[in-house]
Structure formats: structure tokens, C-alpha cells
């Protein structure tokens, strides 16, 4: 049974950071994709950050430079790293478990709020 549970998120001010964790089992992790992505109110669901199986690492241009994205292969976990957040950074973010032949993944999501 494949899970993947998010951690990490609250309520911050702006300019403020925060750290999101994604922990995976029931996958050979190393060999998805990981990515994360967000849902603001009214909003549809977006790619901020994704880790290539090979490492490859990719940015929506709205967090470039202020969100890295890495992961833990021996803990089988992929983090966000949010820093400078902004309020319309504020959404549900969502970890995501892509292989080709092997399947499509989501975890529950985490609530990021920005606000002052």
C-alpha cells in the first residue's frame, strides 16, 4: 500500500519560511518522481517543484529562488523549503509520486497559510 504523508505546513508571516516533508513508503522511492504541488481556494492545482528520479529539479517560475526542492533516499522523504513566502503563496500543498509504468501518487496535503 503506497502512502505518502505530508508534514510541515502552518500558518506563517510574510517573508517568513517553512519546511514541508513528504514521507513515502510502499514505493521504490528512488526511482519516482517527486513532486510538490499547491491548491489555492478557486484555484486550480499547480506544479511548484518536482526531483526527477535522476535528480533533474524543476521550478514554476513564481518560486525560483525562494523554494528548494530536495530529497532523502535513504529516508525515503522529499522536503520543500520555503523561504521569502508570500500571502499568494497560501494554499494546500501537495506531495505527488509519479513512475510511468508504475503509478500516480498523492498524499492528504498540508495546509500553508501566509498572513500577517
Known amino acids: 500500500q503506497v502512502q505518502l504523508v505530508e508534514s510541515g505546513g502552518g500558518l506563517v508571516q510574510p517573508g517568513g519560511s517553512l519546511r514541508l516533508s513528504c514521507a513515502a513508503s510502499?514505493?521504490?522511492?528512488?526511482?519516482?518522481?517527486m513532486g510538490w504541488y499547491r491548491q489555492a481556494p478557486g484555484k486550480q492545482r499547480e506544479l511548484v517543484a518536482s526531483?526527477?528520479?535522476?535528480?533533474?529539479?524543476n521550478y514554476q517560475d513564481s518560486v525560483k529562488g525562494r523554494f528548494t526542492i530536495s530529497r532523502d533516499i535513504a529516508k525515503n522523504t522529499a522536503y520543500l523549503q520555503m523561504t521569502m513566502l508570500k500571502p499568494e503563496d497560501t494554499a494546500v500543498y501537495y506531495c505527488?509520486?509519479?513512475?510511468?509504468?508504475?503509478?500516480?501518487?498523492w498524499g492528504q496535503g498540508t495546509q500553508v497559510t501566509v498572513s500577517s
Open positions: 526531483i526527477s528520479s535522476g535528480g533533474t529539479i
Open positions: 510502499g514505493i521504490i522511492f528512488s526511482l519516482y518522481r
Open positions: 505527488n509520486a509519479f513512475q510511468n509504468s508504475w503509478g500516480n501518487y
